[in-house]
């Protein structure tokens, strides 16, 4: 939270976490009163046939190896600090913000 402005991305979309598995993420918001919660969920999908269509077109077979590996193609130009964790799995989390008022 910055200020009264609140920024939240849930993951890349069309990407998995680069935690080293293949699902996808997405994020959940709930007003509830002067409070706001916010979640992280994860999401289970046929990444083996997605990545199977993709390597069938010939399109992006980097990004098709990401999402069965779980692992970004491109973790050469991740800051040192973010590379360092990838393959580790990630939790869903959740967390509650008071709006004030």
């Known amino acids: 939270m910055a200020g009264s402005r609140v920024w939240f991305n ?3 979309i069309g990407m998995p976490a680069n935690d ?17 919660a916010l979640a992280t969920r994860r999401l289970a999908y046929d990444f083996t046939a997605a990545a199977r269509a993709m390597f069938a077109h010939a399109s992006a077979n980097d990004y098709a190896h990401a999402l069965a590996s779980g692992l970004w193609p491109s973790l050469d130009i991740l800051p040192s600090a973010e590379r360092s964790v990838a393959g580790n799995p ?6 509650r913000l008071d709006l004030g008022g």
């Open 20 to 36: 080293g598995t293949p699902d996808g993420w997405y994020g959940l918001i709930k007003v509830d009163g002067r409070r706001l």
């Open 90 to 95: 990630i939790e869903e989390s959740s967390r």
């Open 10 to 12: 849930p993951g890349v």
